[in-house]
């Protein structure tokens, strides 16, 4: 891996393109939705994401992660092995996950 590739793989970066992903049924970029639960990457470059669904029999999952592969294409050598994606639920998601700004936007109340 190049030390160009190296200065632009961090978890902010990582983050960044995961908050351009949407959730394909709501329409609302993954992060804000609360499954990002959290973002590495190694030394070595490798991105490691721990993640949830909004339910444990989501369809979606499978096409969720290729978006995910997607964003992190120019940012890795190779997204297959240098992109570990582990989906949980362990917590379960609950919408108190959810960011403030989607909370008001669904009509939710504020979590205090």
Do not use: Q
Request: hydrophobic share 45%; glycine share 4%; charged share 20%.
């Amino acid at each position: 891996m190049s030390l160009e590739k190296a200065a632009v793989c961090n978890k902010a970066t990582v983050m960044a393109r995961l908050s351009t992903i949407l959730d394909p049924e709501l329409d609302v970029d993954i992060v804000s939705l609360g499954l990002i639960y959290k973002v590495s990457v190694t030394r070595a470059g490798v991105i490691k994401i721990l993640m949830t669904l909004t339910s444990p029999g989501c369809p979606l999952a499978g096409s969720i992660e290729a978006l995910i592969r997607s964003a992190m294409i120019d940012l890795v050598p190779d997204i297959d092995e240098d992109v570990h994606i582990t989906i949980t639920f362990d917590p379960p998601w609950t919408p108190d996950m959810m960011s403030e700004e989607v909370r008001l936007e669904y009509g939710m109340p504020p979590v205090y």
